[in-house]
């Protein structure tokens, strides 16, 4: 595999955290491919710092962008999926698509090329290269056809500014869907900045976090709000370790602690 940029190689984190999820005696999505590539490539992952909690939250989040766009296939079988900053994930593969359906990754040139020669062909057939703060990649896409978009991790590379114009140009481009993505408050930005975890990508984020669900529907106003994910309150808490268990619904009782950690936003335009 050629050398990847800072910014392309950021996918090891959420890569190695779906792999390290998998490695647990009670995992919570169970990403067997992602395991496979860390293996295989040898990557040493103890570099990212990555705790065992972090990894579950790694993995959860995915698990819950897995059940929308899931959901969203299963009721339109002749839908576009859209994966945005797709990095090495085989969601595609996680799912089970209907035949009807096209899935699209979409990442930076260096990742794709990694993702044909590490993922099998059945996850890499529509693969597009392309930086997402410009708009011809979305040429290759179908204008006449529902979509269901998702983004683990994307939003932080991006400015406010940027991130506004990516979701304008999705919401133009498609006659309706849905989209969901991780959010970050403006404290987890902060604890991302701060925590060994986040050392990686230091230097690359740009978002600057918010707490309100609704603040995407005052960007655009074909999004609306399905519903705000958090995490604390989704039924995989169960199956956490005893004490993060603990912790977790703790926090679950509050929206306003909850929305500090693992968040995913899901909206219909």
């Known amino acids: 595999m050629k050398t990847l940029t800072p910014l392309e190689a950021s996918l090891w984190l959420t890569l190695c955290g779906r792999a390290l999820d998998n490695r647990s005696p009670r995992p919570i999505l169970g990403d067997a491919m992602a395991d496979r590539i860390v293996r295989e490539t040898g990557y040493d992952h103890r570099e990212l710092h990555l705790t065992p909690s972090a990894a579950l939250n790694i993995a959860h989040r ?4 897995d059940e929308v766009a899931g959901r969203f296939l299963a009721a339109h079988p002749g839908a576009v999926g859209l994966d945005l900053g797709a990095g090495l994930d085989s ?8 035949p009807t359906a096209d899935w699209y990754d ?10 044909r020669e590490l993922l099998p062909e059945a996850a890499t057939h529509h693969d597009i290269a392309a930086d997402l703060t410009t708009s011809a990649w979305l040429d290759a896409l179908p ?15 991006l400015s406010e500014r940027e991130l506004i114009a990516l979701l304008d140009r999705l919401v133009g481009h498609f006659p309706g869907g849905e989209i969901a993505f991780n959010g ?11 925590h060994p975890v986040g050392r990686s990508i ?8 918010f707490d309100d669900p609704h603040v995407p529907e005052h960007w655009n106003p074909r999004l609306g709000l399905v519903k705000e994910i958090l995490c ?18 703790l926090a679950a009782h509050s929206a306003a602690l909850s929305r500090k950690g693992n968040v995913v936003l899901h909206y219909r335009f």
């Open 202 to 209: 230091a230097g690359l984020t740009k978002f600057p976090g």
């Open 184 to 194: 970050y408050s403006p404290f987890a930005v902060w604890a991302q900045r701060h």
């Open 91 to 98: 969601r595609a593969l996680r799912l089970t698509l209907p």
């Open 232 to 249: 604390t309150r989704e039924p995989e808490v169960a199956d956490f370790p005893p004490v993060l268990r603990l912790v977790t619904r």
């Open 62 to 65: 995915a698990k819950k962008l």
């Open 143 to 157: 204008r006449d056809r529902p979509a269901v978009i998702v983004a683990d991790g994307l939003i932080a590379f």
């Open 106 to 115: 979409v990442d930076l040139p260096g990742v794709i090329a990694a993702r």
